[in-house]
């Protein structure tokens, strides 16, 4: 099982910010307005919102493969998922959400800046064992959602073999990665490479995980029933 490490270039996700100013701006006054009755997010200063949510977001952008099909898990207010497709409309996103409300803003969302995004009320376990999502994804996504051994659980079914499973993560990812080995090993997972980053005006420090998925998931899994939480592999 590789692992290698590199660096992603902020200027990239700055610049595709500026281009698209406007879009931004309108993505955040919605879910400002949203958040007084769905509490999307505890985040809502706008220089914050545009470094903690948008811009890294946008880190990954240059991982996602030109007309992707992506699925995200746990979209909650549509992070990463909304402002890459703000900026690439060249993908298509299934956004797996087990919130109804939170389901209620992505859908609103998708309509008011016409994006590629089918949404799921339906928890990650349920629709991983689905045979029309698993394993039909180039890309699955998930950020802020859960530990790495339980997060492969929930994500790897949906991939494809060959494609990949990139996990938005904060400073702890290496300890993360080392508890997630048997994870890796029995899910399907390969490869693995670490993208660092910084967050403009000293907002944190950030880190990608790209799994490769090498090889099917066994039918058992995901597990289901809490498991992937209350058991990690």
């Known amino acids: 099982m590789g692992y290698e490490k590199a660096a992603l270039d902020m200027g990239r996700a700055e610049t595709l910010f500026r281009e698209n100013r406007e879009a931004f701006g309108a993505f955040f006054k919605m879910m400002l307005e949203y ?3 769905y509490n999307l997010t ?4 706008e220089e914050e919102v545009n470094a903690k949510h948008f811009l890294d977001s946008l880190a990954g ?3 996602f493969p030109a007309g992707a099909r992506v699925l995200e898990v746990g979209s909650g207010a549509g992070f990463p998922s909304v402002p890459l497709m703000l900026v690439r409309p060249d993908l298509s996103f299934t956004l797996v959400e087990s ?4 389901c209620d803003f992505l859908i609103s969302a998708a309509e008011k800046f016409s994006l590629q995004a089918e949404v799921l009320h339906v928890r990650a376990e349920d629709a991983g064992r689905d045979p029309c999502y698993r394993e039909q994804f ?6 802020a959602v859960a530990r790495l051994n339980t997060l492969l659980e929930y994500c790897l079914p949906f991939v494809k073999p060959g494609g990949v499973f990139l996990a938005y993560k904060g400073s702890g990812a290496k300890e993360e990665l080392a508890e997630a080995k048997r994870a890796l090993s029995l899910l399907g997972g390969g490869q693995v490479k670490e993208y660092s980053y910084s967050l403009p005006n ?3 420090e950030r880190t ?4 490769r998925k090498t090889k099917p998931t066994p039918e058992k899994y995901p597990r289901g029933r809490g498991k992937e939480r209350s058991a990690p592999l």
């Open 208 to 211: 990608i995980l790209a799994v």
């Open 42 to 45: 505890a985040i809502t200063e």
């Open 99 to 102: 919130t109804g409300k939170k």
């Open 61 to 63: 952008e240059a991982l």
């Open 35 to 37: 958040n007084a009755k």
């Open 202 to 204: 000293g907002m944190g």
């Open 138 to 143: 180039d890309v699955c996504c998930a950020r």
